[in-house]
């Protein structure tokens, strides 16, 4: 069964800094990874999709990366803003057209 | 495109009555959505997987009868909570699966929060 756990479960950084955030996977043979982004009480905003083929995808300040071997992806936010400050959540596909598999995200502050 | 809504997005009840919840895919056809539940600081945990014109599939320790789940088209399905408790008080978050792209993409829609007194 497959199981997807994010570390830290909770983050505060100044404005300005780079930082990462984790998501590992139990079982490698994934269809494809995607990070969501929630606001306190809303619903989910995607960030990024990763095909299992690939090894990374990028928007504007993020960059997230695939290694499937591993069973473990990145989320790397640049320069971060106040802004950036929301739960971000890693989700796992483990076939085209089966439901996504939720971590239980990272709670990120960002202080001005 | 690809916008999945859900209507109503915020939902206070009595204990006892029924609710229900629409998720809609509003520019494409989807013919497998999926029934979210989040509790407070809990992730996202799936409730069952719709497909139109068939039973949902529903995920172990949901029951059926408590969570009615109809998909009579290709662009609705429902989501009846019967007898609603305190304990069913949650966000309730659906998505929809888009083909013929190249990749298997999913559209989740803004979820709706049910309060049961």
Known sequence: KQEVT????????????????????????IYNLQWFRQDPGKGLTSL??????QREQTSGRLNASLDKSSGRSTL????????????????????????????KGTTLSVSS | ???????????????GTSVKIECRSLDFQA?????YRQFPKQSLMLMATSNEGSKATYEQGVEKDKFLINHASLTLSTLTVTSAHPEDSSFYICSASRYGTGTDTQYFGPGTRLTVL
């Not at chain 1, 100044?14 to 955030?21: H, K």
């Not at chain 1, 320069?79 to 076939?95: E, F």
């Not at chain 2, 495109?1 to 204990?15: D, E, L, T």
Request: hydrophobic share 40%; glycine share 8%.
């Open chain 1, 76 to 103: 790397y936010i640049a320069a971060s803003q106040p802004g950036d400050s929301a739960t971000y959540l890693c989700a796992v596909g483990n076939q085209a057209g089966t439901a996504l598999i939720f971590g």
């Open chain 1, 48 to 53: 990024l999709l990763i095909q299992s083929s």
């Open chain 2, 1 to 15: 495109g690809a916008v999945v809504s859900q209507h109503p997005s915020r939902v206070i009840c009595k204990s």
């Open chain 1, 6 to 29: 994010q570390i830290p479960a909770a983050l505060s950084v100044p404005e300005g800094e780079n930082l990462v955030l984790n998501c590992s996977f139990t079982d490698s043979a």
């Open chain 2, 31 to 35: 013919t497998t959505m999926f029934w």
